[in-house]
């Protein structure tokens, strides 16, 4: 199975900062034939579902604030928040949908320090 | 709008079993592959089985030979029946939706959840 890494499991950012988080696949989610990236990102707040932020590593879903974005290719890859609001306090998780079993990372949560 | 609605939770001693059923609108169901994913309590996300829309189903390694997806397309309706329940699949049980396209996809929409409790 594909391990993915989250890191760090949690940060604290001033509102209006910069949010970072990572993950690293244990194996390239790169497919060579559509050099697509089989990588999600998902927010989950307490008590709700997982909302779906970014697929294919970069592409944002519809309705999503363009503060958030995706980056990275193979078996790295990084979501920024650029500007914290209150709202995106939440857990976020990245999955790899490259082949079953799809997998999910561990999560990040995200607080406001 | 797209709703997934689960129903079919609560309190099950071990050994019992359950049937969960997903309830969709505002799609095409038929015409999307479907996931059950489960949440241990205060935990993160494990996938446990999807189906296709031909039929194909899939399984976690930790509830193969328990757990069985169905889907009843005349009535939108995602089913996950599981059997021989153990305290480790207790959890909140999303049905989501995968995005349509060619080959594996990302889950677009999710259920709220149903809670699922395995203790005697």
């Known amino acids: 199975d594909f391990v993915m890494t989250q890191s760090p499991d949690s940060l604290a950012v001033s509102l209006g900062e910069r949010a970072t988080i990572n993950c690293k696949s244990s194996?390239?989610?790169?497919?060579?034939?559509?050099?697509?990236?089989?990588l999600s990102w998902y927010q989950q707040k307490p008590g709700q579902p997982p909302k779906l932020l970014i697929y294919?590593?970069?592409s944002r879903e519809s309705g999503v604030p363009d503060r958030f974005s995706g980056s990275g290719s193979g078996t790295d890859f990084t979501l920024t928040i650029s500007s914290l609001q209150a709202e995106d306090v939440a857990i976020y998780y990245c999955q790899q949908y490259y082949t079953i079993p799809v997998t999910f990372g561990g999560g990040t949560k995200v607080e406001i320090k | 709008e797209v709703q997934l609605v689960e129903s079919g939770g609560g309190l099950i001693q071990p050994g019992g079993s359950l049937r969960l059923s997903c309830a969709a609108s505002g799609f095409t169901f038929s015409n999307y592959d479907m996931y059950w994913v489960r949440q241990p309590t205060g935990k993160g996300l494990e996938w446990v089985s999807a189906i296709a829309t031909g039929g194909e189903t899939y399984y976690a390694n930790s509830v193969r030979g328990r757990f069985t997806i169905s889907r009843e397309n005349a009535k939108d309706s995602l089913y996950l029946q599981m059997n021989s329940l153990r305290a480790e699949d207790t959890g909140v049980y999303f049905c989501?939706?995968?995005?349509?396209?060619?080959?594996?996809?990302?889950?677009?929409?999710w259920g709220q959840g149903i809670l699922v409790i395995v203790s005697s």
């Open positions: 989501a939706r995968e995005k349509e396209g060619f080959g594996l996809n990302t889950l677009d929409y």
């Open positions: 294919w590593a970069s």
């Open positions: 194996q390239s989610v790169l497919y060579s034939s559509n050099n697509k990236n089989y």
